[in-house]
């Protein structure tokens, strides 16, 4: 399994941007998805999941009402839209893939992505 993350850059506080994860080699649909984020001298965050369906999803409390995930599965493509930027979401985000049972939300991954950066300044 391959996953590479796109979408990261440099934004003001308040603005948005829109993070890609594309999948590969092996049947997407199988894998609940997650998305987490690293910051330098942090531990790693769980800051969103979505089953593998697409049916359930999970937002972290940091990020609720601003962060949305969302999947397509014809394009084995999972999104992370993020809105209302603050300068405390300036992190790599990497995608997470684990493969689990319809409806279940694992909070970890099997196959992890190399990540994309997030810059918010304020």
């Known amino acids: 399994v391959q996953l590479q993350a796109s979408g990261g850059g440099l934004v003001q506080a308040g603005g948005s941007l829109r993070l890609s994860c594309t999948f590969s080699?092996?049947?997407?649909?199988?894998?609940?998805m997650n998305w987490f984020r690293q910051a330098p001298g942090e531990e790693r965050e769980l800051v969103a999941g979505?089953?593998?369906?697409?049916?359930?999803?999970f937002v972290a409390n940091s990020v609720k009402g601003r962060f949305a995930i969302s999947r397509d599965n014809t394009k084995n493509t999972v999104y992370l839209q993020m809105n209302s930027l603050k300068p405390e979401d300036t992190a790599v985000y990497y995608c997470?893939?684990?493969?689990?049972?319809?409806?279940?939300?694992?909070?970890?991954?099997?196959?992890r992505g190399q990540g994309t950066q997030v810059t918010v300044s304020s």
């Open positions: 997470g893939a684990k493969q689990t049972v319809a409806g279940a939300l694992p909070g970890d991954y099997d196959h």
């Open positions: 080699g092996d049947t997407f649909g199988a894998y609940a």
């Open positions: 979505i089953s593998r369906g697409g049916t359930r999803t």
